[in-house]
């Protein structure tokens, strides 16, 4: 089996309501489908999400670097040989979701070669995870009646707070207004999205002591090294590198330095193979894992759910896997469901993604 051809499509489905965070704000998926083909006719499929405020990418830098860089030197490869694949587009920095988008459609093309689905072939720990939801910038009221429509209705209970806010007390009194009105049961944490200094930070800690937060994740900007040290030594609940952390080195350096006491993982910029190699790094360190929300489509977050899945310690937490219910519409045959706060990975070989080709012709920007 060889690569033959590698598409990068750009397409483009509206939100229902936008998703607003510190660090910037999302209306539409404006996101990049990544398929490569071989020549015994397979398709690997993967979406990557270009997210210029965390990585630096766009829709045209994703298609740019997978058609002229990385596509000109993987084809004739065969998918199963995946570290060569790492290693030719580790020559490139950087472009974390264009890499991550062409190693799970590899692994999803190693799936559908082998008639296995990729979960069971990461580890096939579980069938499942559980479901956190990602809470963006809205009025308490707004928030509260959010996350209650979503336990509600899909029986999740863990849930996401953006953070990063000035002044602080809209912060500190969403969290306050969310923990009275979901009770003790529900695990709330935060993600400030670098928007406070370590100072704000330490403050915001001690205003929302006896909320029962169970962690705050990438409150200030890592790199402001002292400050950040500061914080994570005097924080009692665990502060989560998200964006500081996209590679296992970064997870060494963040880790070994004090930068962070848990880890977020993200299949869309690590694909399964670094992430893989994070995932084993935090569990011979002893530190959590989360599996986090690229603000992701469906194909998203099955990627995330295949991969969560498979292993015991990422599927220990909820992973955040719900966010695809703000658009307007997906590129998937067969779409998600969230049940019992639960969403499930899929048994089809591969990863499972299979597109509603009627709806990429509506949604997709190049032709
Ligand atoms: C998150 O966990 O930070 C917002 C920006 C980004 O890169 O990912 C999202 C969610
Ligand atoms: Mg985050």
Redesign the pocket.
């Known amino acids: 089996m060889k690569i033959e051809r590698i598409e990068a499509i750009p397409y483009a489905i509206p939100y229902t309501h936008p998703l607003r965070?510190a660090?910037?704000e999302v209306h539409a998926a404006e996101h990049v489908l990544v398929r490569i083909h071989t020549d015994e006719g397979a398709v690997g499929i993967a979406d990557a999400p270009p997210?210029p405020?965390?990585?630096g990418e766009t829709q045209e830098s994703i298609i740019a670097v997978v058609r002229d860089l990385f596509a000109p030197q993987l084809v004739g490869l065969d998918p199963l040989d995946r570290e060569k694949a790492q290693r030719i587009m580790g020559r490139t920095v950087h472009n974390a979701t264009a890499k991550g988008a062409i190693d799970i459609a590899l692994w999803d093309l190693v799936g559908k070669a082998l008639a296995v689905p990729v979960h069971r072939l990461l580890g096939g720990y579980a069938e499942g995870m559980r479901v956190a939801h990602?809470l963006g910038f809205r009025p308490a009221p707004e928030l509260l009646e959010e996350a209650l429509r979503f336990r509600e209705q899909y029986g999740v209970t863990t849930f996401?707070l953006k953070t990063g806010r000035r002044p602080l007390a809209l912060d500190v009194e969403a969290a306050r207004v969310l923990r009275e009105g979901l009770g003790d049961e529900a695990e709330i944490y935060l993600?400030a999205?670098r928007g406070w200094s370590a100072n704000e930070a330490l403050e915001v800690l001690r205003r929302t002591e006896g909320l029962g937060l169970c962690a705050l994740?990438?409150p200030c900007d890592a790199a402001e090294a002292m400050g950040r040290r500061r914080l994570v030594q005097h924080s009692p609940i665990p502060i989560v590198g998200?964006?500081s952390v996209p590679t296992p080195g970064d997870v060494s350096r963040e880790l070994l330095s004090g930068g962070c006491t848990a880890v977020?993982i993200?299949t869309a910029r690590s694909g399964f193979t670094q992430a893989a190699e994070i995932l084993g790094l935090c569990t011979g360190l002893g530190v959590d894992v989360t599996m986090?929300?690229?603000?992701d489509t469906q194909i998203g977050s099955l990627a995330t759910v295949t991969f969560g899945a498979a292993h015991e310690a990422s599927q220990r937490r909820a992973g955040?896997l719900s966010n695809f219910l703000d658009m307007a519409d997906d590129l998937l045959a067969e779409p998600l469901e969230i049940r019992d706060g639960a969403l499930r990975a899929r048994e089809a070989p591969g990863v499972g993604a299979e597109i509603d080709e009627a709806k990429l012709g509506r949604y997709r920007q190049d032709s």
């Open positions: 965070f660090s910037g997210r405020y965390t990585y990602m996401k993600d999205n994740e990438e998200d964006e977020c993200k986090g929300n690229q603000i955040e």
